[in-house]
């Protein structure tokens, strides 16, 4: 007998008890109409909730109550003892929420833990109707929930996970018993057939398990028989001829693809610590060019809220929190417009970098930019600040372009991707000596050459900041001017370059024009000063211009 008939015999029974895989239509069915009951039934009671405190509702406005907060919280109350006598299980809770999804009604106790306050925030924001599965306290539930307008609630009628599905759990247990039993059914029929019509194969089945055991591919399985089985012996030895030879090969491969596999899950590891998706696969098609640590030349952005001690002073926490999480907002999604990686938050304060990992072309001049977007940014945040009674903030920003150390530092355990050097000390000391100047933003001189005839420059002041020996020249910068700002910073610029070559009066001159146009202008009144003073009292052989600042 051919052994494709004797499999057909075998094989057989299996399709007869195969039949009992009916049953699962049958559980589908059951599990499907259950499940429906279960959300229909929650759903009902969810409208019969909302029906009873729109009615409560309606009395008070029929009654002309609605603006008697006594009454009002009665009717609440009324909408809480309702919504217990609707519970049929110790399990089921109905909860509200307010807009800031704060509890503000339960019939039940719950703790809420700090990780499920942020997925619940986005629930209430939703104002959804459908059916969810929130975690509230440590216990996934299942809810249907409505928006009541007249308290602002969002209000949820909720039934425990396990208890909501415990009778589909049930019907799946008993689906799953039988089905096991009709293999087991159909196994022991298989083996009572298979076991006289296997016996050929016995053999070459000892064989793989010796060469399995020993890992020697020169083990042959012996030919008994002229049909299927000998066919199959004699094609295993072809075939453990062949993989003896590849073997080698094959262990060469494997061990590549693992290494190659775990390099790439640790780089992208590192990675995603600090840099954003979309910069990981640039990295990865070209692997030679790795995060290590390297000089590059780049921009370094450093931004600060001026008095922000007294203003954290003045707010609660609550409104503190929010506000200082609403200004990250806005800068933030400015200097990641312009490319920019934002490396760490120091308090109230911002360190960004421009050119790393990624270098671009204009990555100076995307930084003066992203510096000026955030003062105007600025702007609108304190709108909202005004228009909710609180402080208003305002920045300095200072930025400075040159060679830095970037790469990665720390341990397997913390790493940040960031800049180090004597330029990123010198980006924050520009963003303190905005206090001084008055002004929003400073700029180093090797940027104002990357940008200059690009955006408009004011030359302020040629400065010694506090551990430099030599002096540099500092400037502000603008988006646009108008025209008497250009001529005020045309004009300024040109006294300041004879006030550095200590021709005293003829920069006199020319700041006393500027105050003409723009009287309150600190800058040119800040030099004129000085020009005028050093007219009477002369500096010192070899003066450069040089003011020493002792900013942070």
């Not at 992208?268 to 910069?279: G, S």
Request: net charge negative; proline share 3%.
């Amino acid at each position: 007998m051919r052994i494709r008939l004797k499999v057909v015999l075998v094989v057989l029974p299996i399709v007869v008890v195969a039949v009992a895989m009916v049953g699962l239509s049958s559980f589908l069915s059951a599990t499907t109409g259950i499940t429906r009951i279960a959300h229909e039934f929650l759903d009902f009671k969810t409208l019969e909730l909302e029906r009873h405190a729109l009615s409560q509702w309606q009395l008070l406005l029929d009654n002309e109550l609605a603006d008697v907060p006594e009454m009002v919280e009665a009717t609440k109350f009324g909408v809480e003892s309702y919504a217990r006598g609707m519970l049929r299980s110790e399990t089921e809770a109905v909860y509200a929420f307010d807009p800031h999804a704060e509890l503000v009604m339960a019939t039940g106790q719950v703790d809420l833990l700090a990780g499920e306050r942020d997925a619940l925030r986005q629930l209430v924001e939703s104002r959804t109707t459908e059916l969810v599965t929130p975690a509230l306290g440590g216990v996934q539930r299942v809810a249907k929930g409505f928006y009541f307008a007249p308290y602002d609630w969002y209000i949820l009628h909720s039934e425990h996970y396990d208890v909501f599905y415990r009778d589909v759990r049930r019907i799946t247990y008993q689906t799953v018993v039988i089905l096991a039993l009709s293999i087991v059914l159909s196994v022991l029929f298989l083996v009572l057939f298979a076991g006289t019509l296997t016996r050929p194969l016995r053999s070459v089945v000892t064989s793989m398990r010796r060469i399995i055991a020993s890992n020697d591919l020169s083990e042959r399985v012996p030919v008994q028989y002229r049909d299927e089985t000998g066919e199959l012996a004699h094609t295993f030895n072809i075939m453990t001829e062949e993989l003896d030879r590849a073997y080698a090969q094959i262990k060469s491969y494997a061990l590549q693809a693992v290494v190659a596999r775990k390099k790439e899950t640790k780089i992208r590891n590192i990675f995603q610590k600090y840099v954003p998706q979309e910069l990981i696969d640039r990295f990865f098609e070209n692997p030679e060019s790795m995060l290590v640590g390297e000089n590059r030349v780049l921009s370094v952005l450093f931004s600060d809220i001026r008095s922000f001690t007294s203003i954290s002073e003045a707010m609660n926490p609550d409104d503190l929190v929010q506000a200082l999480n609403n200004y990250f907002s806005v800068m933030v999604d400015i200097i990641m417009s312009h490319n920019g990686i934002i490396d760490k938050y120091i308090g109230d304060a911002i360190m960004a970098f421009f050119g790393a990992p990624v270098k671009r072309e204009d990555d100076a001049y995307h930084s003066v930019v992203a510096g000026l977007e955030m003062c105007r940014g600025l702007e609108s945040f304190n709108r909202q600040q005004r228009a909710a009674g609180r402080p208003e903030f305002q920045i300095g920003v200072g930025i400075n372009y040159g060679v830095v150390t970037v790469g990665n530092i720390g341990t397997d355990k913390k790493m940040d991707y960031t800049v180090i050097g004597d330029m990123v000390n010198l980006a924050s000391r520009l963003e303190g000596l905005t206090k001084h100047y008055r002004v929003p933003i400073l700029i180093s001189q090797s940027l104002q050459q990357r940008i200059d005839g690009r955006l408009p420059t004011r030359l302020l002041d040629m400065v010694a900041v506090k551990g430099k020996a030599f002096g540099a020249r500092i400037y502000t910068a603008a988006l646009e001017l108008d025209q008497t700002q250009r001529r005020v910073w045309e004009r300024h610029n040109e006294a300041m370059e004879l006030y550095l070559k200590a021709d005293f009066t003829a920069a006199s001159e020319i700041l006393t024009e500027v105050l003409h146009i723009a009287p309150q202008d600190e800058a040119a009144r800040r030099i004129l000063d000085r020009a005028e003073r050093y007219s009477n009292k002369p500096p010192p052989s070899g003066w450069q211009g040089v003011e020493v600042m002792e900013s942070k």
